[in-house]
């Protein structure tokens, strides 16, 4: 059974499972998206653990999808938000409030080099969608470089950056220019750098003026499949990049605020300083929130209209999101990811030797795939047998994501607090769910 946890969930006393399944099938519109053949009722969360109807207890090992950074219901966070609920639930930007400024001062003292611009906004898309308005009014060029199997957004100007084919619809995508993405495991130059950058220069020579807008990239690769891109990639990327005339954007909505264990920033582990980074889902432990950081210089050219977003920058969310970068230093969150996370790779590794079902364990930190194979030599995705899979270790009681183009990652991403206890408890849920295949 899990780990001994000292919580008690409350009763529930809402509607049943199926009741909300029908009415989201009647009022949330038809779904591609549906992660369990019989979808879970979560009525409750405390650190790493969720809660359905009946009370029965599951480990989170996907943090709301890499949104719960310091854990469910966090005290802290929820202390921060309630005090602020209480006193003042909305300030637009016109008027001063401090969590805003406070929030803003404590992000931009996280960000290296001259990044101290921040502008808030309530989602990764936004963010994205954000970056690239700047990237072009700043540079004056169009075109951006994005990475096949990148995620950035759903918007009509984000779905053109997302690399992906099940997210995107036939709409004008914009002048992008998808390059291949240095995925070691599977791409075809594997841990080659230097040949998947080759590719990028060609991409600007043949396919554009020679001048771009930017580059657009997640250091670990989240919604395409836990991917963690070729070591040395985005120096040498930001090189080409920059000598178009473009500017360098990070994608951290997922891989930012210590989960890698070795860094705070995931494009710290490629020795790179970005010209604009934009930050979502673990930045508020849940709450809708996101933000892009940028340079003083790139900043001006936003003076040039009135930028303004509604809720960006709330004062309930920029109190959590404070609470959120207080709780990852006082907890030493990163330092914890480095620790559970090698010794989860460790055991994930050996899971490697037992079962041949396990092509590949990669990522560091709490930001780690396991990629399933029917044949180790060929790679052939294990789609039927991943989704088997998933769906019993749900009935164990552990949650992972799934990802990548054909669904055969698991995404192992859980809040921060996860344990070597858990860690060794999901493994266990894995190996006996993989005897049984
Ligand atoms: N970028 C990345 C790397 C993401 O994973 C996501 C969400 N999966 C987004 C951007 C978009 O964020 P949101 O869903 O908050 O709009």
């Not at 178009?244 to 891989?255: K, P, R």
């Not at 180790?376 to 749900?394: D, H, I, N, Q, S």
């Not at 055969?408 to 049984?436: E, H, Q, W």
């Amino acid at each position: 059974s899990l780990p001994p946890f000292d919580h008690q969930p409350r009763p529930y006393t809402g509607i049943s499972g199926e009741e909300i399944l029908h009415k989201r099938r009647t009022y949330l519109g038809p779904s591609l998206f549906h992660y369990y053949q019989n979808p879970l009722n979560i009525v409750e969360g405390k650190m790493q653990y969720l809660y359905d109807e009946d009370g029965k207890r599951y480990l989170d090992c996907f943090a709301g999808i890499v949104t719960v950074s310091c854990g469910h219901c966090h005290p802290d966070v929820v202390k921060a938000v309630v005090q602020q609920t209480e006193l003042l639930q909305h300030a637009t930007t016109i008027y001063l409030h401090h969590a805003i400024a406070e929030f803003a001062e404590a992000l931009a003292s996280k960000m290296p080099g001259n990044l101290k611009v921040v502008y808030f906004v309530n989602s990764g898309t936004e963010a994205n969608e954000l970056a690239t308005l700047m990237a072009r009014l700043y540079t004056g060029n169009l075109g951006m470089v994005a990475l096949r199997n990148a995620y950035h957004g759903g918007s009509a100007g984000t779905i053109g950056l997302t690399g992906l084919q099940t997210w995107k619809y036939p709409i004008p995508q914009g002048e992008i220019h998808h390059v291949m993405n240095p995925d070691p495991y599977r791409g075809p130059f594997g841990s080659d750098a230097a040949s998947y950058a080759k590719e990028v220069e060609e991409h600007i020579t043949y396919g554009s003026s020679g001048n771009i807008a930017g580059f657009i990239a997640e250091t670990f690769q989240g919604v395409g499949g836990a991917v963690e891109l070729a070591p040395g990639y985005l120096k040498l990327i930001y090189d080409i990049v920059r000598k178009a005339g473009g500017v360098c954007i990070a994608d951290e909505v997922q891989s930012g605020f210590g989960r890698t264990g070795s860094h705070y920033w995931g494009f710290q582990t490629q020795d790179v300083v970005p010209d604009i980074v934009t930050m979502a889902k673990g930045i508020g432990n849940g709450l809708p929130l996101g933000a892009v950081v940028t340079t003083p210089e790139i900043a001006q050219v936003m003076s040039q209209k009135i930028q303004f977003n509604t809720f960006g920058g709330n004062p309930v969310c920029s109190a959590g999101g404070l609470a959120v970068l207080n709780v990852i230093d006082k907890e030493k969150r990163q330092e914890h990811c480095a620790d559970v996370g090698s010794h989860l790779v460790e055991r994930l590794k050996a899971l490697q030797q037992k079962h041949e079902i396990i092509g590949d364990v990669r990522g560091r930190g709490l930001m780690l795939g396991v990629e399933l194979v029917t044949d180790r030599k060929v790679k052939t995705p294990a789609k039927a047998e991943t989704g088997e899979l998933f769906e019993k270790l749900k009935d164990l009681g552990v949650l992972v994501g799934k990802g990548g183009l054909h669904g055969n990652v698991f995404r192992i991403k859980p809040p921060m607090c996860f344990t070597k206890a858990d860690a060794d408890f999901l493994v266990d849920a894995m190996d006996y769910a993989m005897s049984g295949l």
